[in-house]
């Protein structure tokens, strides 16, 4: 019986030169898996070596048009070296591919805020072939066709059925690295007591008057955690699975902590999404891409960043509510 060859052909750019990609991990059966996953889609390594060589190095152009990069612990000198490698990547129109743990999300995520990363949370290399695939499908010259934004959304789900399916799979890889005990890292929403933090000042948007040009104010942010805690209530009967719908997780968050006056940390959006980390990250990149959310600067400390409602966001779920309160029914 003839054995299944799943390699790609080489991928090219318009000049018909492979494409490229660098990799660098400290860990070296991570490398390893990185390596293999990167020629079997097609692209030609460039370099490989720990992270050490890459934060010595000068020219992102050097490297390759992908750097795949593994950082699940940074320190200070490793930070900045990240802040300067995202603006060199964005200069140089390369992929980031950065793979972290969940103790060091909210710095990673803070280092890299001009170069349009994909950032993975404890990835399987389901995952990390999934992030290979969507670089390619992002690389000119491909021959594939625009995507609309409902393609895009489909693309997304499609994405985390296929994350989901390979956890639930597994691989002989996996079991042969005993370092991943549970495949995908598995966050939980907030529990049934969960509520913001107190003490946020309320800025006049839930006085329940209208706001400038008509826009009706989003409601008492107790409100919306209510909500939060209605859909939550449904996990204690059902396969909290049949439910998941990370995006409105996430409007509903941001919308009872604006309210709140209190900011969101892409770690605590993640959490509050009831998606595992990596799919929520998918989630909050494309609604940014969309204009629902923008990244916010931390205003005493500027290596930090939040995630917030975007003016458009917060306008369209405090007409939801307003339209709620006219008609029948409550928000689910």
């Known amino acids: 019986m003839t054995q299944a060859n799943f390699m790609y052909d080489a991928v090219n750019d318009r000049a018909g030169l492979p494409l490229t990609v660098a990799i660098f991990a400290d860990r070296p059966h991570v490398r390893a898996e990185m390596r293999d996953d990167a020629e079997a889609a097609g ?16 020219d992102i152009r050097v490297l390759g048009d992908i750097v795949l990069l593994d950082c699940p612990v940074l320190d200070a000198a490793s ?22 743990s969940v103790d ?5 995520f803070a280092c890299l805020d001009q170069s349009n990363p994909q950032i993975l949370v404890d990835p399987d290399r389901a995952e990390r072939v999934i992030a290979l695939g969507r670089v390619l499908a992002q690389m000119p010259g491909q021959r594939m066709r625009e995507l609309s934004q409902e393609d895009r959304l489909l693309l997304l789900r499609l994405t985390e059925q296929v994350s989901q399916l390979a956890a639930r799979l597994g691989t002989p890889d996996q079991r042969d690295h005993p370092v991943r005990e549970s495949g995908l890292w598995q966050v939980e929403a907030p529990r049934k007591g969960f509520r913001g933090a107190d ?4 800025d006049g948007r839930n006085d329940g008057r209208l706001r400038p040009g008509g826009t009706p104010a989003l409601p008492d942010p107790q409100r919306i955690r209510q909500v939060i805690r209605n859909r939550q209530l449904r ?4 396969d909290a699975a049949l439910f998941a719908d990370p995006a409105w997780d996430i409007l ?12 969101v940390s892409v770690t605590s959006l993640c959490i509050a999404s009831g998606v595992p980390a990596t799919t929520a990250l998918r989630w909050i990149a494309q609604m940014s891409e969309v ?7 931390d205003e005493q ?9 975007s003016q458009a966001a917060a306008d369209g779920m405090a007409r939801y509510f307003a339209e709620l309160d006219t008609g029948a029914g409550q928000a689910a």
């Open 43 to 58: 692209f030609l390594l460039s370099t490989s070596g720990d992270v050490a060589a890459l934060l010595a190095g000068d």
């Open 79 to 100: 930070m900045a070296a990240l802040c300067r490698l995202d603006l060199r990547a964005a200069r140089a129109g390369a992929h980031l591919v950065v793979s972290t």
């Open 104 to 108: 060091a999300l909210d710095d990673v």
């Open 199 to 202: 003490g946020g000042q309320n």
């Open 235 to 238: 996990t204690r009967f059902f």
């Open 252 to 263: 509903l968050d941001l919308s009872a902590a604006r309210g709140e006056g209190r900011q």
């Open 291 to 297: 204009g629902l959310l923008e990244r916010v600067a």
């Open 301 to 309: 400390d500027g290596r930090r960043a939040f995630i917030g409602l």
